[in-house]
């Protein structure tokens, strides 16, 4: 699959999943119809995590002349709240 298509996938299946929860939040579904929505919806969510995963591995950052591996904020050291540490 090209990389086009593949993020058209994506897409789809975001806005997918998206009129799924709002056809979950609605409240005016019968209980079968919901079950059913609600196990494409995951199947759906988990493509979308998938594919932000295998994206999120491939990012880099140019760095001091060397390529690195993205690093989310997250994974980051806290701030000192003390300050003790700051230059």
């Known amino acids: 699959m090209s990389e086009t298509a593949e ?6 299946k975001m806005t997918r999943l998206q009129n799924i929860v709002d056809a979950l939040e ?6 079968e119809k ?3 929505l ?7 969510a988990r493509f979308c ?3 932000l995963e ?3 591995h491939e990012l880099t950052v140019w760095q001091d002349g060397e ?19 700051t230059p």
């Open 26 to 31: 609605s409240d005016e579904l019968p209980l």
């Open 34 to 36: 919901s079950m059913a």
């Open 54 to 56: 295998k994206a999120r």
């Open 49 to 51: 995590k998938e594919r």
């Open 38 to 44: 609600y196990k494409e919806g995951m199947a759906c």
């Open 67 to 85: 390529i690195k591996p993205f690093a989310p904020r997250e994974e980051e050291d806290p701030p000192d709240p003390a300050g003790e540490n």
């Open 7 to 12: 993020e058209n996938l994506f897409e789809r």
